[in-house]
């Protein structure tokens, strides 16, 4: 397959920016664990009613505690946008508008992780022809016109673990996701059952984990953390080179 100039381009903007999220991230990881694990402090206020809701709406209850630590984090990361469609945190740049969701799982639910993340139809704009799910995320912003600005998609990913009373984070990922233009690429291979019914897929890195047009071929995923004795393959199902 000949790769056209524009899906290389698409690819050097979604590793640019993968590398400023991840730079934004590196600068005081202590600060972002320290943020994560604030809700410790007042834990026996909280965990009853926390252990007294099902397992799901643990997780998704967690994810919601994890977002307004991020939302801090971010506050520099470009400006942030408005429109009600879009991932947990939505920014514009001057040559991009960066959506990046914030994903809880806990280590013993591995169909949410191990080289793999949950998209729901509001974080992507990767799309197939064949399989029956929605996107409402577009290649490109005011596409055609002068205002014309990619789309792109990254995921924030914590594993976790309930620990006694504590919620013990074992691990935190970096993903990007494919722009839809580069389908003809990746194609079906990146993508697994979702959560939803035809509104979400499972993005299966672990079957292309590489900005593949880029000439290094670097990873599509990065660690942020990783807790001590925790190994790559626990948590990716693969180790990186």
């Given at each position: 397959m000949k790769i056209s100039k524009e899906l290389i381009e698409i690819e050097e903007l979604e590793y640019d920016y993968f590398n400023k999220i991840h730079?934004?991230?590196?600068?005081d990881i202590q600060k972002m664990i320290d943020g994560l694990n604030s809700k410790d402090k007042i834990i026996d206020d909280w965990i009853n009613a926390f252990k007294g809701i099902d397992k799901k709406r643990q997780t998704s209850d967690f994810a919601r505690g994890a977002e307004r630590i991020y939302y801090w984090l971010f506050n520099q990361f470009g400006k942030p946008n408005s429109a009600p469609i879009g991932a947990d945190m939505f920014f514009e740049h001057?040559?991009?508008f960066v959506h990046i969701d914030i994903k809880t799982a806990?280590?013993?639910n591995p169909s949410d992780y191990k080289g793999k993340i949950p998209i729901g139809e509001?974080?992507?704009?990767?799309?197939?022809?064949k399989k029956g799910f929605n996107v409402n995320l577009p290649a490109y912003y005011n596409e055609g016109k002068k205002e014309q600005k990619i789309c792109l998609t990254y995921a924030i990913g914590i594993i976790f673990k309930p620990e006694d009373k504590y919620l013990k984070i074992l691990s935190i990922l970096l993903v990007s996701i494919p722009n839809k233009k580069l389908y003809p690429i990746y194609k079906d291979r990146i993508i697994g059952c979702g959560k939803s019914k035809g509104?979400?897929?499972r993005y299966e890195y672990k079957n292309s984990p590489y900005f593949v047009t880029l000439p290094e071929k670097p990873y599509r995923v990065k660690f942020l953390f990783r807790n001590h004795g925790i190994t790559e393959e626990q948590i990716l199902g693969f180790k990186i080179k």
């Open positions: 730079w934004e991230m590196a600068q001057y040559n991009a806990k280590v013993d509001n974080q992507t704009s990767y799309a197939s022809p509104k979400s897929f």
